[in-house]
């Protein structure tokens, strides 16, 4: 039986989903850890209501490892009207409710959900704790809720969980067993650096031989990271796993055309410059490739099926595997 090195993908909904919808046709044992710290829009009244971690973010997640994506992505992201008494609520949360109540857990919830919707790898929430994320602005400013945290002109100092939170033994598992740790893409302060505050994922993380790499946001993302450079996002991360953990950062070097890049001006954003030399201070390899694309929308998004074909070349220990 052929052994398939072991992948494992962190961040938040969106983001980690580009990243997973390339890499599920590849022969990779692959599982991804979703933040749940999610307290805004349909995630956050059902959160409330229900008393669990927020099903967002998963459901992205669900979507995008689907074997049958297309119909998939139309039955969990399809939302009610809003006139409706459950109106603003794409249906994909909704099952992950019904299945968390039939189950009494959200992990098995969303396991049932995998096999029933022929869903490639392992969904792993972050915590199975119904969790509250802080912030402490370098105004001295404390928010509390992941909604709450983003906003412009106030820049972030750290991020923080209001009670201590352990994470699970299966995703501290997983860390240590893998071949390939990618970090992102994604919400720097609210989907990515929220994973690895659970206790037990930076022991984990140190513990594990598996090649670690971060793929840097392409754009800057208004009030989380205005302003910052490839290498401000490591330092980041640094602060709160320590140095040495990323081992590689993929970037796009090419330049945004001009005109889109005006466009996300005009919304508070730009380019996240590529800090050549400090990235070398940080002892961690640059890995430059094109993997950007113009959505049809004028947006900059990761090409998927690039980024996977880069993240899959990165595997080291190829003899172990495929024999």
């Not at 820049?155 to 033994?169: C, G, M, N, Q, S």
């Not at 320590?242 to 970037?251: M, Y």
Request: contains cysteine.
């Amino acid at each position: 039986m052929e052994k398939e090195p072991k992948i494992v993908v962190i961040g938040g909904g969106s983001g980690i989903s580009v990243v997973l919808r390339g890499l599920k046709y590849l022969p990779v044992d692959l599982t991804a850890i979703v933040t749940v710290a999610d307290d805004g829009g349909s995630s956050g009244f059902l959160r409330k209501e229900f008393d669990m971690p927020a099903p967002g973010d998963l459901r992205n997640v669900m979507v995008a490892l689907s074997n049958v994506e297309p119909l998939t992505e139309e039955v969990f992201q399809y939302r009610f009207k809003e006139d409706s008494f459950i109106g603003g609520h794409p249906l994909g949360n909704l099952l992950i409710i019904a299945m968390k109540e039939l189950t009494g857990d959200i992990r098995t919830a969303v396991d049932r959900l995998r096999k029933l919707f022929n869903i490639k790898g392992k969904i792993l929430p972050a915590t199975t704790e119904k969790v509250i994320l802080m912030a402490e602005k370098e105004n001295g400013k404390i928010v509390e809720g992941e909604s709450h945290i983003p906003v412009i002109g106030e820049k972030i100092k750290r991020v923080y969980y209001k009670d201590e939170v352990e994470a699970p033994e299966e995703n501290l598992k997983a860390l240590e067993e893998a071949d390939l740790i990618i970090f992102g893409i994604g919400s720097l302060y609210t989907s990515i650096i929220p994973n690895l505050l659970l206790k037990g994922i930076k022991e984990s993380l140190k513990k594990s031989k598996a090649k670690k790499i971060y793929i840097c946001n392409a754009m800057q993302q208004p009030g989380e990271t205005d302003g910052y450079t490839v290498s401000d996002h490591i330092k980041a991360i640094n602060d709160n796993i320590g140095e040495g953990i990323i081992d590689s950062v993929i970037v796009d070097p090419r330049d945004i055309p001009k005109d889109i890049l005006e466009r996300y001006k005009s919304m508070n954003s730009d380019k996240v410059e590529l800090d050549r030399e400090k990235i070398k201070e940080y002892n961690v390899e640059l890995i430059e490739r094109d993997i950007l694309e113009i959505d049809p929308k004028g947006m900059v998004r990761h090409h998927p099926y690039k980024l996977s074909a880069i993240i899959y070349s990165l595997i080291d220990n190829w003899r172990e595997f495929y024999v």
